[in-house]
């Protein structure tokens, strides 16, 4: 990422709150090549219309995001997942969500599940990993499950390849 910090002026400190960070991306790649963009924009209204809870796929996502380090994708989740009702205190702990009492035994079997498929040339799926979310979805729900895996792993990678800004994305009024 081309990230350029404020230049520091000798004999003051430097405060974190106070660097200008530019980022420039790299190219659009929608307006580049429509028809890639216009897939996976097929696949997200698949799961859009799957029948998976809209908050469970918004935890997902931003589960996701933060493990691949995708700005972009961070900020457009969380806003949607707050403009659905989701609380501040269930995103802030979503990096640590095994450590808090936050998150049903469904949505924690869906983030492990997350992990697994997202992290998957390290874990490889194992049996431990697959047998709790089949626990708590049906076959076609965890399929779903994958496949919205699938849409944001791929959205991650184009806006993190492509240094799409975070910033500028504003979920859609209700």
Known sequence: ???????????????????????????????????????MSALENYIKRSGLEPALLDLVKTRA????????????HTKEARA??????????????????FFTARERAALAWTEAVTCVAETHIPDEGYAPA??????????????AMISINGWNRLAVAFRKAPGTYQPESK
Not at 3 to 22: E, I, N, W
Not at 134 to 147: I, Q, S
Request: hydrophobic share 35%.
């Open 84 to 101: 659905r009702g989701e609380t501040e205190q269930r995103l802030y702990a979503l990096a640590a969500w095994r450590e808090t009492p």
């Open 65 to 76: 995001s933060q493990i691949n380090g995708c700005a972009y994708c961070l900020d457009m």
């Open 134 to 147: 089949r626990e708590h979805f049906t076959e076609k729900e965890l399929a779903d499950l994958t496949l």
């Open 1 to 39: 990422m081309i990230v350029t910090p404020a230049r520091k002026v000798s004999g003051t400190r430097d405060d974190p709150s106070k660097r200008k960070l530019t980022m420039k991306s790299r190219m659009d790649y929608a307006s580049i090549a429509p028809e890639g963009a216009k897939a």
